[in-house]
């Protein structure tokens, strides 16, 4: 089965500009999580998404935001971009994302963005 | 949020030595995972726990779900150098809302040949 898949892998934007990168669940996933990876930080939780809806947000402001498809791929987008905005974007999907049956809230990574704001 | 304490932050050991970290939360999670992530990648899961005590190994690799639920440790054995990388612990938390891992900050392993 393949994995979780991001695309694109690499980007390099400018101070203002919006940016929009994709994540591909594991087939049959339904959630998809996304975080911000820093030196400074660490792992950031930004966002979940299930069956097309937003269920978990983390301390973002309001340029970071994002939306599921129906067939479970998840976009997110980073509008006038700042210099901290720099980081590896990570998504992670699972069976469901909730706390039913034993492992099926187990987040599967995908390879990552990383995102240069110049 | 809350906080997931990782140590040791960085460990520098020989090949063939065995290596220990564990990780301790401040309320108690239901569920434990570890993760390796290399320069560039994803974190790539080791080992999940999901019941207390719970004691589970992955080849070299053996993590324990603490009794209290607020921590876990992982070992590696006889550590070879293809081991360097960043392991995370993270978690779900009993009040968690759904969706969010908490994660450590991550042990830094280097290993010499």
């Known amino acids: 089965k393949a994995g979780v898949t991001q695309t694109p892998r690499y980007l390099i934007k400018t101070r203002g500009q919006q940016v929009t990168l994709s994540c591909s669940p594991i087939s049959g996933h339904r959630s998809v999580s996304w975080y911000q990876q820093t030196p400074g930080q660490g792992l950031q939780f930004l966002f979940e998404?299930?069956?097309?809806?937003?269920?978990n947000k983390g301390n973002f402001p309001g340029r970071f935001s994002g939306r599921q498809f129906s067939n479970s791929r998840s976009e997110m987008n980073v509008s006038t971009l700042e210099l901290g905005d720099s980081a590896l974007y990570l998504c992670?999907?699972?069976?469901?994302?909730?706390?039913?049956?034993?492992?099926?809230?187990?987040?599967?990574f995908g390879p990552g963005t990383r995102l240069t704001v110049l | 949020g809350q906080q997931l304490n990782q140590s040791p932050q960085s460990m520098f050991i020989q090949e063939g030595e065995d290596v220990s970290m564990n990780c301790t939360s401040s309320?108690?999670?239901?569920?434990w995972l570890w993760y390796k992530q290399d320069p560039g990648e994803g974190p790539v899961l080791l080992i999940a726990?999901?019941?207390?005590?719970e004691l589970t190994s992955n080849g070299r690799l053996t993590a324990q779900f603490g009794i209290t639920r607020k921590d876990s440790f992982l070992n590696i054995s006889a550590s070879i150098p293809s081991d360097v990388g960043i392991y995370f612990c993270?978690?779900?938390?009993?009040?968690?809302?759904?969706?969010?891992?908490?994660f450590g900050r991550g042990t830094q392993l280097t290993v010499w040949p």
């Open positions: 726990l999901y019941k207390a005590g």
């Open positions: 309320s108690i999670f239901n569920t």
């Open positions: 992670a999907s699972s069976l469901k994302g909730a706390q039913g049956a034993l492992g099926t809230d187990t987040q599967y």
């Open positions: 993270a978690g779900y938390d009993r009040g968690s809302t759904l969706g969010r891992l908490y």
């Open positions: 998404y299930f069956s097309e809806t937003q269920r």
